[in-house]
Structure formats: C-alpha cells, structure tokens
C-alpha cells in the first residue's frame, strides 16, 4: 500500500541518516560519529583551550584525534564550568570532591541537526592529584597509556582534565551514586543477591582483561577502587584510578614485569 511504501520509505532514510554522514556522505564507523567531520570539529576548537602544559594539552589533542564514538577522547574543562563543589574524601595519593559540571559531556544526539550536543548540568567527581602543581612527564606518558583502558566500559568513565585555583590538576569522572564497594556493602548490611555478585564480577574481570591486554597492571586494586552502578536490569562495578595513583611529580610504573610474563606456551611458577 501506499502508507506502508512511505513508512518503508522514512525507515530506510532512517538508516542512511544514521549509517552515512549528512554533511560529507561517508559512512560513520560508530553512531552519529564520522571520523573525518567529528575530528574537524574537534581539531578547530584546539585554539579555544589551554592547560597551560603542552603535554597534557597534546594529551587532549591526541585522543580527541583518536576518538572513534562520543566521549571517546579526554577535553580540557575550565573549572569555572564547576559549582557547588565539596569535599567527598581523601586518599593518599589524591582527593576526591563532588560537583556539579554545567555543560556536562558532549553525548546527546540530536537526531534533527545529526549532531552531539552537551548534556547540560550533571552531578561529577573531581579528583584533585597530589603534588600536580609540577606534574612529571612520566606520570603523563602513563595516563596517555592507561587513556586506552579508561574508555572500556568496565572502567570509571572518565570526561577529561581541569585545574583548579591552587593549580592542581583534577580529573573530572562520572559520580557514581551507590560510592565504593566498601561504601555500598556498608548500605547493604552486606546482603547481596548472587545476581549481583556476579554482575560485579564480570565487570571487574573485564576490566582487568582490558588492562592486562594492554600490558599493563593496576597495582592498586581495592574495594574502594571498585564503584558501583545500579542499572535497571543489574549493579554493576567499574575499577577506577586505572594508573592515576601515586604523586604526581613522581615517576611510576605499571608495566607487567618480564618475570610474570609468560609465552603462551609456557606454564606460570
């Protein structure tokens, strides 16, 4: 019939619009992300930020550069972007506030103007990094590495870099409600559904195979490393502080050492 060639019709732009770039007409290769137009973008807005470090900023540049979907690359966030920030907790190496992020990350889509727009006002942790007044090229050259496992989807997202009036660099993350495993098992009484259980698990071991895949370790895991998600259909936990550990100005390693690597043949002692 007429009706259902014309809804037939409306379905397969549909699909067009979502498969191929409007303004170029290549085919994106995630949604609503064309590689060629999204890093045009991204590349002329390069003049309109600074960290005041020409390595992080060739840190930012880099993995926006990079990027392949939404939100897959870091952005340098002014911290007058930020209000009602307040102190949530301390660490060793950093501390932890919470905060309000006015324009929030750049991942709604606009179907109309087939482009991302920013979210608007969202609840983030800023993690404040100790001794990041003069940060080492070494502890930069780890987070460009780890950049890589920040983005599974086992991990604790992480939207970018900003500084705050002291001068201390801060990562801006999502906030995760539900806090630690420590934190959320405190909530719980300790009762937990195996569901759950399992959920947690899977998460952390994917997020570990990602890391290890790289070659690299976390050398830092904890239950207060491990956040936790409440999704509709399962709890989810995300490992974070995945090589942002230890003062900034110090050099670090998180590489596997040669003597546990093992070839595939070859049976661990």
Sequence with gaps: SVVDESEYNKYIKRVEDIRYCRDCEKERISYGWCKDCQTEYLKR???EWSSGHATIDKLIQHTQI???????YLEWIDFKEF????????????TVYKGEWLRGPRWNWDENDQMWCRSGPMTI???RLKDSQNISSDFLKQVETHYRCLQSGSLADCF??????????MFVMRFYENGNLYQYLDKSNGVMSWRDMVDMLWGVAGGLERIHSEGLFHSNLH??????????????????????H????????????SKLKTSPNENPT
């Design 45 to 47: 807005n390069f003049a």
């Design 66 to 72: 990079n990027a392949t979907q939404t939100c897959d």
């Design 83 to 94: 209000e009602l920030v307040e102190f949530v907790a301390d660490g060793g190496f950093g």
């Design 125 to 127: 942790a800023l993690k």
């Design 160 to 169: 970018g870099i900003t500084r705050d009036e002291t001068g201390a660099y």
């Design 223 to 244: 239950g207060g490393n491990l956040l936790i998600e409440d999704e509709s259909v399962s709890t989810d936990a995300r490992i974070a502080d995945v090589g942002l």
């Design 246 to 257: 230890g003062p900034a100005n110090e050099p670090i390693t998180t590489e596997v050492p």
